[in-house]
């Protein structure tokens, strides 16, 4: 079982900065898959970046590419997002997730484990 609980969302300026964070519980972390997915109001949820249990390979959606980071601490069970750039049109609600056996990284069927979500609103 693995729990998972963001931080670090908040309103911010457009071309502004911040930085979400997703602590982890268990002693599993370093062996899952970490995915970031948001959900705006009215629409799907969708991927947004996502990290493989070594941290040698991440993948981004192509709205966020170039201004998004993410990473992971395996000592500290937390994955983050950096988000640079923001833009009116990525305010959502941001949620984390883990996975094993993740093979599709973009789909969220594939993750086991949610977060609860922070909301990140960028003003213009």
């Known amino acids: 079982q693995v729990q998972l609980v963001e931080s670090g969302g908040g309103l911010v300026q457009a071309g502004g900065s911040l930085r979400l964070s997703c602590a982890a519980s268990?002693?599993?972390?370093?062996?899952?898959?970490m995915g970031w997915f948001r959900q705006a109001p009215g629409k799907d949820r969708e991927f947004v970046a996502s990290?493989?249990?070594?941290?040698?390979?991440?993948y981004y959606a192509d709205s966020v590419k170039g201004r998004f980071t993410i990473s992971r601490d395996n000592a500290q069970n937390t994955v983050y997002l950096e988000m640079n750039s923001l833009k009116p049109e990525d305010t959502a609600v941001y949620y984390c997730?883990?996975?094993?056996?993740?093979?599709?990284?973009?789909?969220?069927?594939?993750?086991?484990?949610w977060g609860q979500g922070t909301q990140v609103t960028v003003s213009s």
């Open positions: 997730a883990a996975g094993r056996g993740v093979v599709v990284t973009t789909l969220n069927t594939e993750y086991d484990y």
């Open positions: 990290i493989r249990w070594s941290g040698g390979s991440t």
């Open positions: 268990g002693r599993t972390f370093s062996s899952y898959t």
